[in-house]
């Protein structure tokens, strides 16, 4: 366990002097979004909310071919999946980081999916719901907290 | 501190410096004269980390396994994958004549009724994998991971990579010269010929199906999709194309596992015949 403290001293000082260990390329975070650990990220206006995936997301997934998108009128649940899409044969799994009801999709990811890579926090948003639950918002990670999250992800390997 | 910081960074002696600290025990919370070496310190306990994780994969070897049999097993090891109850695990089998969609039911790449695939003595089944149709049979080899990607921050497109270098690399062993696809053609190809496919499905992060790869099955059933939905590219096998006799296909398979292994970076294997994880009804 001194290890894991240890850890967070080591990484909080490293953020704090704003330096990394080996270069690497860093994916876009957006300030004023907010960001689940499975990396989708919410923009929350009043009791609505507009979700996708992140840049760093669409990069660890390669070229989306499909997009598996709920019904409008389901609901969804904070941190169940909702949905999935599909990348270099492979179905990842997408989950919600808020629960609420749909109130649209993205049906231009149907004939489009790769707006999921080109533009993953304007053209390729995936569903908008109507929030049940405001307060849910503030378990979720600000930009800053999701760039180190993603950076300490990424040194794992 | 900052211009020291900058200093280390692009220091060629980055090495040394990183042993020193190793020697350094800092309690948490207390003031840091060492600032500068923060930077070191984060690297150095990403690799400690990865070094105490007992990354032990157990894999389980089967004979020829029902598809359907083999799905449930999967999502019973893929429950207690995520609930933290198993270690990582995989799968080597064969499966009987199958034909299988993913997730994107491209059924208009079967070129067959049902009725007329049952009169062949295959099977079909839907699946929620990535990937397009595909047939499996006997002598070719399949391996299904079961695999916590979020424990190694891999995402689909690293993972993926991995599962086709494996099948590279057993090829290469025998005198085979494999490749990835072109962008958009996962999978592995000598030519234009395709030996191993992949269909992969990363639910909670973590991994099910997985790759199968062509050591001697009938290639005239493929005759009858078009596999992985690409027209106009042949598939092809490791009998077709390699010059050498070829081992028994548990020895293809056990290649494949110890590839994947070294592959993620695993630090032991445990062996276990299959038959124990699979009740008596569902062995065939």
Not at chain 1, 145 to 155: P, R, T, W
Not at chain 2, 266 to 275: E, I, L, T
Request: aromatic residues 8%; glycine residues 8%; proline residues 4%.
């Amino acid at each position: 366990m001194a290890m894991a403290s240890r850890l967070m001293w080591a990484s909080r000082a490293a953020s704090y002097l704003k330096i990394s260990t080996c270069p690497r390329a860093f994916s876009t975070v957006i300030k004023d979004l907010k960001y689940a650990d499975t990396h989708e990220w919410v923009k929350v206006d009043g009791s609505s909310a507009t979700i996708g995936i992140t840049d760093h997301a669409q990069d660890h997934l390669g070229d989306v071919v499909y997009v598996e998108l709920p019904e409008v009128g389901s609901s969804v649940n904070q941190g169940k999946n909702f949905g999935a899409v599909e990348s270099v044969k492979a179905t990842s799994d997408v989950i919600s980081p808020v629960s609420g009801e749909v109130v649209e999709v993205n049906t231009e990811l149907n004939g489009s999916p790769g707006l999921v890579n080109a533009s993953p926090y304007e053209d390729g948003w995936i569903l908008k719901v109507k929030l049940s639950n405001n307060g849910e918002v503030n378990s979720l990670m600000d930009s800053e907290q999701y760039s180190k999250f993603c950076e300490e992800e990424d040194a794992k390997h | 501190m900052s211009r020291m910081a900058t200093f280390l960074r692009f220091s060629s002696s980055r090495v040394s410096l990183i042993s020193f600290t190793l020697l350094l025990d800092k309690p948490p919370g207390s003031s840091l004269p060492l600032d500068g070496l923060a930077a070191a310190l984060v690297h150095i306990q990403h690799r400690l980390y990865q070094m105490s994780l007992q990354r032990t994969l157990k894999a389980y070897k089967f004979g020829i396994v029902n598809y359907l049999n083999a799905l449930k097993l999967q999502e019973r090891l893929s429950g207690e994958r995520k609930a933290g109850n198993i270690q990582d695990t995989i799968l080597s089998l064969q499966h009987p004549p199958t034909y299988t969609l993913g997730k994107r039911r491209t059924d208009h790449n079967l070129l067959l009724t049902e009725s007329e695939v049952q009169a062949m003595g295959a099977e079909v089944h839907y699946t929620e994998r990535g990937g397009d149709i595909t047939f499996h049979g006997p002598r070719q080899a399949i391996i299904y991971p079961i695999i916590s990607l979020r424990a190694i921050g891999f995402g689909a497109r690293k993972y993926v990579e991995g599962l086709e270098s494996i099948m590279i690399e057993v090829a290469s062993l025998y005198g085979v010269n494999a490749h990835p696809g072109k962008a958009g053609e996962t999978g592995v190809w000598v030519g234009d010929r395709k030996i191993g496919a992949i269909g992969v499905r990363i639910s909670s992060g973590i991994t099910s199906h997985g790759l199968a790869f062509n050591i001697d099955p009938d290639l005239n059933y493929f005759k009858h999709i078009v596999p992985c939905g690409i027209r106009d590219k042949g598939v092809t096998s490791l009998r077709r194309e390699a010059q050498m006799q070829l081992p028994e296909d548990e020895v293809i398979h056990d290649q494949l596992i110890q590839s994947f292994a070294k592959t993620f970076h695993f630090k032991d294997m445990q062996w276990s015949q299959g038959g124990l994880i699979l009740p008596a009804d569902e062995i065939k």
